[in-house]
């Protein structure tokens, strides 16, 4: 059984507040949560429960943990996410009949459950705001055995477009507001969709193809600080010869292990970084940079069978 569910938080005059449901069917005090729709992905899932259990729309941060456990011997698995609020209000209903508002430690005092006050405890283990890249590998195209133009316009196929609309329902949840992407066909019609959402133009990123990137991967590596930088939160899309790179390496320079870096077509990485300290500019030491603190793998944007 797939479930999800998020530390649903707020800015309360500088400091941070998340909420606590109180269950009357249970009588206990968790974490918003609760299991997959079908044709539903986890991330969706947990933007749906949120808000149904809480009244409040969210945007969705970085992946915290995933909680397993037995329900009546059945095996449960749930992933949660932080979450900011972002609009709503609370209003008992069949679920939950009471929400509380708190700072992190009273919160985690009034949890019932253990895993909840470990997933609350990963939360607080990085700040609540932090910048976000959601690097996306292309979606499939024909093969290029089959393609007799020029390699930069093959177009993506059936299963490819099928891919990006799912990418388009998909990156949203994250509240993204720049789309950028390397000058290729089939990365751009990827996005496009997701462009189109947003009302903005794309930007493309030739470093970040690559052909691009390979002569000078230190260059890919700031261009792409310099957008998570610049946007806060942005959508890059990228190719398979260029992303388990970048993310290696981005890693390596955050301290943060990586037993392996999948990159199928279609995929999504979700990379936090921390805001830098003061003015950031190119010309800064590394020291300077936004930091890797977070990298999750979503191998499809589709719906689970």
Not at 139 to 163: H, I, M, T, V, Y
Not at 273 to 282: D, I, K, M, V
Request: glycine share 6%; charged share 30%; aromatic share 8%.
């Amino acid at each position: 059984m797939k479930a999800a569910g998020a530390v649903l938080w707020r800015d309360a005059d500088g400091d941070v507040e998340v909420a606590v449901a109180h269950r009357q069917r249970y009588d206990d005090w968790s974490l918003p949560k609760g299991k997959l729709d079908a044709g539903e992905t986890i991330p969706a899932c947990a933007v749906r429960e949120v808000e149904e259990e809480t009244g409040f729309s969210c945007v969705l941060g970085r992946h915290l943990r995933q909680v397993s456990y037995s329900v009546r011997g059945v095996p449960k698995t749930v992933d949660y996410y932080a979450a900011e609020a972002v609009s709503g209000s609370f209003e008992p209903n069949e679920e939950v009949d009471e929400l509380r508002w708190l700072p992190v430690e009273e919160a985690s005092a009034l949890l019932t459950y253990e895993p909840d006050r470990a997933v609350l405890k990963e939360f607080c283990r990085l700040p609540a705001d932090l910048l976000l890249v959601l690097l996306v590998r292309h979606a499939k195209a024909g093969k290029r055995s089959e393609w007799d133009d020029d390699d930069d316009l093959r177009p993506l196929s059936d299963a490819g477009w099928r891919q990006a609309a799912a990418l388009r329902s998909l990156l949203p949840l994250w509240s993204p507001t720049r789309v950028h992407t390397a000058p290729r066909v089939r990365c751009v019609d990827t996005v496009r969709g997701v462009a189109e959402d947003l009302a903005v133009e794309i930007a493309e990123e030739p470093r970040l193809s690559e052909e691009g990137f390979w002569p000078d991967p230190d260059a890919g590596l700031v261009r792409l600080l310099e957008v998570a930088t610049d946007e806060g939160r942005a959508v890059v899309c990228s190719q398979g010869g260029v992303i388990p790179s970048v993310v290696q390496s981005l890693a390596e320079l955050g301290g943060l292990r990586l037993d392996e870096i999948p990159c199928k077509k279609g995929s999504v990485w979700v990379l936090a970084f921390t805001r830098p300290f003061g003015t950031w500019s190119t010309s800064d030491s590394p020291s300077r940079w936004p930091t890797l603190v977070s990298a999750h793998y979503l191998a499809s944007a589709l719906p689970r069978p």
